[in-house]
Each structure stands twice: as structure tokens, then as C-alpha cells.
């Protein structure tokens, strides 16, 4: 079976990185697998498994058309068009030939004028076992990648009506969001043997919740973790590491693509490390935090001792920072899956986030982590002072051990194939 997984790309955020991980265990596995992006690394350009869907004209043409009709559709905000998407352009890839010698296509992260709902119906007609791998709800909404508090999208009179994010009186009748549910809708029953897979259990709920997705085949399974990459005991130095504080200094890890993204809680994290400054007594705690920051004043406020490294593109750096630290710290109001905590797991640091989102399905028990009641900072920085005062090396080896037998590539590639092969058999 020729497996092909379609992604925007092999690194541009988690849904891209999961995916490569994906690709890297199936092939790990002896599974002939390929993917398809439109942004390629340099890594990726000299990987034979990895082709560019487009050239980078025509990828840009798409973009620009996609990002223009919904600007226009949801009333010209800015503030909200990445949080969105119609399809409504993409690339014609089942000319493709990656496409075209495909058993099965494993759809991923796929918006930005990428692939089109149309373009997506085009791939089944010709007979392709289509698997949806969801990383945001797009797929069950009408056009938002996280529709929050909103529950539009669940309504079987009209999913997705008055969208919170179409603004003012240029929104057009019908609009943009309630118009792309109902062609998810057509897409979906015109392919009567998609299967859906949720990476975590929060988001197979919200799939199922949904009018768009709701009564179709939804498995659970989650992202493929490398966890030979990562170590409970530190490699380095702290110096070697970038890490300014001594090393009887325990360290409080964040890290994200973007810190300050609003869907992070950033300014939370902040409230909740200076409420642990002030419960820490004298044992001395600093933060460690990388990831872009475009507004590096919101540290200006943080009582605690830290330090910004700014992005890190360096697996093995990333691994080392987690070796070095005893807990790693969420603060987003949602998470479909949020890897950071799964990362310091594998390398014995305690995950301590709020239960909103996939973190369940990490933090499952007690002996794995803090969930915290979302919004309750206080119980969060009480929960990082505990799981401070309880760092051990039997800890760190408990958490590693949790995520090798839960995310080891083998388990979940062996999780894609007994479900691909239960769909050939249907």
C-alpha cells in the first residue's frame, strides 16, 4: 500500500512537524510513504519522500486568492483572517503525480489555499482511500481552525450560522461560514468511506458533537512522539545549555512556535510565575522560556528570574532544556494536543496545564502531571511549587516510561494500518 500524506509543510508549526514524525515512522516501519507540502525545508527539498505540490508562483496564487476571498467575505478584518479558512482555491493536485500513484491519502493540515473542498472531492473520485488526520476543528466547523466558546457549529438547523468571526454589514447572504459547512457537509457524504482521525480525545468529542462530522467514522489516535530523542538527565552544562542561573536553581520550561500568540494565555503565565515567586519560599526557581516573542515587554513585569532564547530550530538543544528542567507550563486557553507537554514528560520534566483541550489525554492520571481548572491561577502556581519541591529521578524516569509505551512510532503507525486496512476491507 503506497500511503501519501498531504500537508501545507514538513516544519512549519505542530501540525507540520507531527506529520514529518508520521512520515519518519511509517517509512521507520518499512510502510511506503511520501508527502506532499507546498513549504519545503532545506532538509525536506533533499528528501526523496518529500515533493513539493506546487511551484512557488502557483502556490503563492492560491494563497493570495483564498486570503482575498475570505477577507472580503468576513467583512475586511484582518484580526481575524488566519484564524479562518474557506478552501475555496487550491492547487489541482490530483494531476499530481504523488497523488496519482497513492493508494491512500492521509489529509493533514491542508488550508491556506493548499487544497480546495472541491480539489479534496476531485482526489476521492478517483477511487483514493481518504483518512483526514484532524490538528484543529477545522474539518467540523464551517471556517474557524478553534471555535472557542462558540457552539454554532453544533447546530443541525444551520451549523455555523452568525460566525462570530464575519463582521459588519459587508458580510455576504448567505455567509461565509454557514455557506462552507454546507459544502463540508456535500464533500463528506459524497465520500461515504472518509475516516476521520481526532489526535486527541477532546477533539473526536468536539467531531462528534459537530452537525458537519457528527454520525461519521472517528478514530482517536494520537501524534507520533520520537521519544529516543529525549533524556531525563541533562548532557550539558547550564552554561553549555544558555542557561544563566546556577544548577541548585530549579527551572520552569514554556516554549511555542509564537509565546504571545492570544491563543497561548502568555500574560497568564506571567501572573501565574510571579504568584509562584511569591509561594516559592527560598528555594531558588527561575524560567526558561523560547519561542518567538514579538512583544518582549510582557517580561518586563515577571518578578521571577528568567531568560528568552528566542526560537530554537535545534531538536537536540530542545531536548537538553527539557533535561534541565523540572516542569514545562501551559497556559492556553485551548490545546488540541499540545506537544510541549508530551516533550517534557519524555524527559521527566512535570507538565502542569489547564484542562481545557487534549491535555487530558496526556495528563491522564494523577501520576502524570498537574490539570489545572482553566483560569484558576493560583491552584496553577500552588501545582508548580508542589511539582518543584517533588522533582526525583524515579519521577522522571515514571514520566519518560509513560510516553514510550503511549506514543512510541510503532504503536501508532501499527494504529494507522489496522485502520486503513479495516477501510480496504469495507
Given at each position: 500500500m503506497k500511503i501519501l500524506i498531504i500537508n501545507h509543510s514538513d516544519t512549519r508549526?505542530?501540525?507540520?512537524?507531527?506529520?514529518?514524525?508520521?512520515?519518519?515512522?511509517?517509512?521507520?516501519?518499512?510502510?511506503?510513504?511520501?508527502?506532499?507540502?507546498?513549504?519545503?525545508?532545506?532538509?525536506?527539498?533533499?528528501?526523496p519522500r518529500i515533493a513539493c505540490a506546487a511551484s512557488p508562483a502557483s502556490v503563492k496564487r492560491t494563497f493570495l486568492a483564498e486570503e482575498a476571498w475570505n477577507w472580503a467575505n468576513i467583512g475586511f478584518s484582518r484580526s481575524d483572517l488566519f484564524k479562518?479558512?474557506?478552501?475555496?482555491?487550491?492547487?489541482?493536485?490530483?494531476?499530481?503525480?504523488?497523488?496519482?500513484?497513492?493508494?491512500?491519502?492521509?489529509?493533514?493540515?491542508?488550508?491556506?489555499?493548499?487544497?480546495?473542498?472541491?480539489?479534496?472531492g476531485r482526489i476521492a473520485a478517483m477511487g483514493k482511500r481518504i483518512v483526514w488526520t484532524m490538528h484543529d476543528m477545522w474539518p467540523?466547523?464551517?471556517?474557524?481552525?478553534?471555535?472557542?466558546?462558540?457552539?454554532?457549529?453544533?447546530?443541525?438547523?444551520?451549523?455555523?450560522?452568525r460566525c462570530p468571526f464575519v463582521h459588519g454589514p459587508t458580510r455576504l447572504i448567505p455567509e461565509l461560514s454557514a455557506r462552507t459547512a454546507r459544502r463540508k457537509i456535500w464533500l463528506y457524504d459524497s465520500i461515504p468511506d472518509i475516516e476521520f482521525v481526532a489526535v486527541s480525545s477532546w477533539l473526536g468529542r468536539k467531531a462528534a458533537e459537530s452537525a458537519i462530522t457528527g454520525g461519521r467514522r472517528i478514530s482517536v489516535i494520537p501524534n507520533v512522539f520520537p521519544v529516543d530523542d529525549f533524556h531525563t538527565l541533562p548532557r550539558t552544562t547550564r552554561a553549555e545549555a544558555c542557561l544563566p542561573f546556577p544548577d541548585d536553581t530549579q527551572l520552569v520550561l514554556m516554549g511555542a512556535a509564537r509565546l504571545d500568540d492570544p491563543v497561548k494565555g502568555f500574560d497568564t503565565a506571567v501572573r501565574v510565575l510571579n504568584r509562584l515567586d511569591s509561594i516559592r519560599g527560598r528555594r531558588p526557581v527561575a524560567a526558561v522560556f523560547f519561542g518567538q516573542l514579538r512583544r518582549p515587554e510582557v517580561?518586563?513585569?515577571?518578578?521571577?528570574?528568567?531568560?528568552?532564547?528566542g526560537p530554537i530550530a535545534d531538536k537536540a538543544r530542545i531536548a537538553e532544556l527539557y533535561a534541565h528542567a523540572s516542569a514545562v507550563l501551559s497556559t492556553s486557553h485551548y490545546e488540541t494536543l499540545p506537544g510541549t507537554l508530551i516533550e517534557g514528560q519524555a524527559a521527566g520534566a512535570w507538565p502542569v496545564s489547564f484542562d481545557r483541550g487534549g491535555q487530558a489525554d496526556i495528563i491522564s492520571d494523577p501520576s502524570l502531571g498537574s490539570l489545572i481548572p482553566y483560569g484558576d491561577d493560583d491552584s496553577m502556581a500552588h501545582a508548580l511549587n508542589d511539582a518543584l519541591a517533588a522533582d526525583t529521578p524515579a519521577r522522571r524516569e515514571h514520566l519518560s516510561a509513560a510516553v514510550r509505551a503511549k506514543y512510541s512510532p510503532r504503536t501508532l503507525v501499527r494504529k494507522y494500518m489496522e485502520l486503513l486496512s479495516a477501510e480496504l476491507a469495507r
Open positions: 508549526g505542530g501540525a507540520s512537524v507531527v506529520s514529518r514524525r508520521l512520515l519518519d515512522a511509517f517509512i521507520s516501519e518499512g510502510v511506503d510513504a511520501r508527502m506532499l507540502v507546498v513549504h519545503a525545508s532545506p532538509e525536506g527539498l533533499r528528501n479562518i479558512d474557506s478552501a475555496t482555491f487550491g492547487l489541482p493536485l490530483h494531476r499530481h503525480p504523488r497523488v496519482l500513484e497513492a493508494d491512500a491519502i492521509l489529509l493533514n493540515w491542508v488550508n491556506q489555499g493548499m487544497l480546495s473542498l472541491d480539489e479534496i467540523v466547523t464551517g471556517i474557524c481552525h478553534h471555535a472557542g466558546q462558540c457552539l454554532q457549529y453544533t447546530r443541525s438547523d444551520a451549523p455555523c450560522a517580561l518586563d513585569s515577571l518578578r521571577l528570574p528568567h531568560v528568552h532564547l
